[in-house]
């Protein structure tokens, strides 16, 4: 069965790092972009970085541009989330997807989809 699993949420303190992971099984991971996104208390789920299938692009929202990374290990069917310089406004709970459309597009598909980590940044 298709399964995605995120790991590497926690609380720190601003301007502190994690590294949030995301491992899949059940399904062939190269095949598939694969997006981060973010949810906030009450609020929407929004795009954060994705990766292209090959790993040969990357896209970001302007909010985590220049702080957060993403890098995929195909062979390890792993995607990873650098998060450097966290601010109080990255808490959210954050979710790896494996999407049909391709990273920076103007239209949304999702396969499948993680249970979400959650990440808290406060002093």
């Known amino acids: 069965q298709p399964r995605l699993v995120e790991s590497g949420g926690g609380s720190v303190q601003p301007g502190e790092s994690l590294r949030l992971t995301c491992v899949a099984s059940?399904?062939?991971?190269?095949?598939?972009?694969i997006g981060w996104f973010r949810q906030f208390p009450g609020g929407e789920r929004k795009g954060v970085a994705c990766?292209?299938?090959?790993?040969?692009?990357?896209n970001f929202a302007d909010s985590v541009k220049g702080r957060f990374t993403i890098s995929r290990d195909n062979a390890k069917n792993t995607v990873y989330l650098q998060m450097n310089h966290l601010k109080p406004e990255d808490t959210a709970v954050y979710y790896c997807?494996?999407?049909?459309?391709?990273?920076?597009?103007?239209?949304?598909?999702?396969?499948?989809w993680g249970q979400g980590t959650e990440v808290a940044v406060s002093s």
């Open positions: 997807a494996a999407q049909t459309s391709p990273c920076g597009g103007t239209w949304l598909q999702i396969d499948y």
């Open positions: 059940g399904f062939t991971l190269d095949k598939y972009p």
């Open positions: 990766i292209s299938n090959n790993g040969g692009s990357t």
